[in-house]
């Protein structure tokens, strides 16, 4: 089993819709979470990080944590055609564990 | 705040050689990780230092081997080149004295591609 796993994309949501992303990770013990992103052909990009249970929000984005489910989860709201990028899911334990990452697509 | 800077950006090699990459970290950062993202993957952790001594390694074999000097700054030194190594290299810098909820900053990467 993999150690952290994202949904299957990519994922195409119109402009202004409601952009969900979903990630599980297999070490329960995992307090540190994050989320990147990252454009075709450059690095990734720090946008959330979280480490308690519940919400946590930053202008247009929201992280969501749930340690009993071991799952964490972001959402864009209101998405722009500027959010088209691959979203990465990693779990720090003093190493940044990645998922496969999930390419998100907004159509204008 | 200088951020992370790595070199070369490209590079193109030949199967069986060696490669050196370099990392510079973010200013106040003391702690290095060097991460290979393969095309369509999430990045695949290598190896960590943090006061010049490796503090955690991946599941990459002994050719894969690093450096990190007074300054913080590091290298990557991968021997006997494979086809299978053509990834993105990344650094990533951070101050692990403040704990593990602080965030990775990551360089602009290595392209390095193998022939």
């Known amino acids: 089993q993999k150690e952290v796993e994202q949904n299957s994309g990519p994922l195409s949501v119109p402009e202004g819709a409601i952009a969900s992303l979903n990630c599980t990770y297999s070490?329960?013990?995992?307090?540190?979470f994050f989320w990147y992103r990252q454009y075709s052909g450059k690095s990734p990009e720090l946008i959330m990080s979280?480490?308690?249970?519940g919400d946590k929000e930053d202008g247009r984005f929201t992280a969501q944590l749930n340690k009993a489910s071991q799952y964490v989860s972001l959402l864009i709201r209101d998405s722009q055609p500027s959010d088209s990028a691959t979203y990465l899911c990693?779990?720090?334990?003093?190493?940044?564990?990645f998922g496969a990452g999930t390419t998100v697509t907004v159509r204008a | 705040e200088t951020g992370v800077t790595q070199s070369p950006t490209h590079l193109i090699k030949t199967r069986g050689q060696q490669v050196t990459l370099r990392c510079s970290s973010q200013?106040?950062?003391?702690?290095v990780s060097w991460y290979q993202q393969a095309l369509g993957q999430g990045p695949q952790f290598i190896f960590q230092?943090?006061?010049?001594?490796?503090?955690g390694r991946g599941n990459f074999p002994p050719r894969f081997s690093g450096l990190q000097f007074p300054n913080y700054s590091s290298e990557l030194n991968v021997n006997a080149l494979e086809l299978d190594d053509s990834a993105l290299y990344l650094c990533?810098?951070?101050?692990?004295?403040?704990?593990?909820?602080?965030?990775?900053?990551f360089g602009s990467g290595t392209r390095l591609t193998v022939v």
């Open positions: 990533a810098s951070s101050d692990i004295s403040r704990g593990q909820d602080y965030g990775y900053t």
């Open positions: 070490d329960r013990g995992s307090q540190s």
């Open positions: 979280i480490y308690s249970n």
């Open positions: 990693a779990v720090n334990d003093y190493k940044l564990s």
């Open positions: 200013s106040g950062h003391n702690t």
């Open positions: 230092y943090y006061r010049e001594e490796e503090n």
